[in-house]
């Protein structure tokens, strides 16, 4: 799913930004094209005015002159008298005949009446418009015909510029920008992968561990339903067992609803809609309670439980008075879990509820001297359903605790580590912001 969306992405991207690349490109050639058109018809209207204005004032044209004016310029210049023509058979071989391009531009002034053969009645001069020729063996001249009243008759001129080598420098300048725009597209298709691909990593990332997480889900719930099933058939088949069996699946449902409870909480912490205010609450009420229901489980495994207050009243903290016992409790129930070693000697079985105040902060810790957890797994202890030591799960133990500690840090605002104990063990911290006063 997730590489179908990038793909759709990266395309649309890639769509969206060609297009306007390409107008980008278009617009600049055009511009360019425009440019050198506009260039080249104003230099062109430069030279036939020149030369009707020699035309009008009846001056003779040298071979010589036309000539050097033909070469310089890549002009062909005809010159009628009454309709015979001056001879001069001109400076250069065009590609396509003289006579032949002579003879188009004819043609084509006759569209517009002007006739080099007849003298122009009501004007003194008439002009066709500049207009494009294109020769026999694919090259371009731009055009003007003219014919001039004079006191001796009239005269023509038909004028042709050739702009073959213009117009395929065009082309190979439309080859070019064709390319640069392929180029260009191409260019942003790989940075649009790129990009679509590190912008969906942490999508990719959530999305893998959302599916994980509805796997490992479905795991652990079905072992607590498969027990029910077990023991609900067992009642059946032997109803002697039936109080033993409705005892296990009480735990079970216990089990299971508690699963449930922790799910939805993370499942709220995901969606955003976990919220619950945060006031000044009093941390050292809510560490002599844990302290209290605490003790008589610690007893009963073997374990010594201390807690460590400051001489001097902690302050206030603001927080929320469930989310931290619920935090401190989930540091408890690891270390009796994992971290300590019941009536073991040189304090092995000692768990210790330490309590430091910091400049912003309080600082509680839980302390156990067990057998520590490594440091290449302790960022991975706060995952969910992650088990340190998979050969010493236990039933009442998803590997949900920690992630719901970091969860629930997080919306206190508080900041939560693991660090070595001295000797061997872990040491689990939260650093609460004191209440500004």
């Known amino acids: 799913m997730i590489e179908n969306l990038k793909k759709r992405l990266t395309l649309l991207f890639t769509i969206a930004t060609g297009l306007i690349l390409t107008l980008i490109v278009a617009a600049t050639y055009l511009s360019q094209i425009t440019q050198i058109d506009q260039q080249t018809y104003t230099g062109f209207q430069n030279q036939f005015d020149d030369l009707v204005t020699k035309l009008e004032a009846d001056s003779l044209f040298s071979d010589e002159w036309l000539t050097k004016m033909e070469s310089e310029n890549h002009l062909i210049i005809h010159i009628e008298e009454n309709g015979r023509p001056l001879f001069f058979p001109g400076s250069w071989d065009p590609a396509t005949d003289r006579d032949t391009l002579i003879s188009l531009a004819k043609k084509k002034a006759l569209e517009e009446h002007i006739d080099t053969n007849h003298r122009p009645f009501s004007y003194s001069r008439k002009n066709s418009s500049f207009f494009s020729l294109n020769g026999k063996k694919h090259d371009t001249y731009q055009a003007v015909v003219t014919v001039i009243s004079t006191e001796a008759g009239f005269c023509s001129m038909v004028l042709l510029r050739d702009t073959t080598s213009q117009s395929r420098s065009q082309i190979l300048h439309g080859v070019f920008f064709l390319f640069l725009e392929v180029f260009g597209i191409l260019a942003l298709y790989l940075v649009s992968n790129y990009l679509v691909g590190r912008a969906l990593k942490p999508v990719e990332e959530s999305y893998r561990k959302q599916t994980e997480f509805v796997s ?22 032997m109803p002697g067992q039936a109080e033993k069996m409705a005892s296990v699946i009480q735990k079970e449902c216990i089990r299971a609803g508690k699963l449930v409870k922790n799910l939805l909480l993370l499942a709220s912490a995901d969606s955003g809609t976990l919220r619950e205010p945060l006031v000044p609450v009093e941390i050292d009420s809510i560490l002599l309670q844990i ?87 302790k960022s991975a202890i706060f995952d969910r359903f992650y088990r340190e030591d998979k050969s010493r799960n236990k039933k009442e133990h998803f590997g949900l605790g920690l992630s719901i500690a970091l969860m629930l840090s997080r919306q206190l605002h508080a900041k939560l580590q693991v660090k070595d104990t001295p000797g061997g063990g872990a040491a689990f911290s939260l650093s609460i912001p004191t209440a500004k006063k």
């Open 216 to 237: 490992a889900a479905s795991h652990e719930l079905r072992s607590p339903l498969a027990v029910i099933q077990t023991s609900a058939s067992a009642i059946d088949s």
């Open 291 to 377: 302290f209290e229901n605490y003790q008589p489980l610690c007893q009963e495994k073997g374990i010594r439980l201390m807690l460590q207050l400051p001489e001097d009243l902690l302050p206030e903290v603001i927080g929320n008075t469930g989310w931290i016992y619920q935090i401190i409790t989930i540091f408890l129930d690891n270390a009796i879990a994992y971290g300590c070693e019941k009536d073991a000697e040189d304090g092995k079985n000692l768990l210790t509820m330490k309590v430091d105040q910091e400049k912003e902060n309080v600082r509680v810790s839980v302390i156990d001297h067990g057998k520590g957890i490594p440091d290449d797994t």
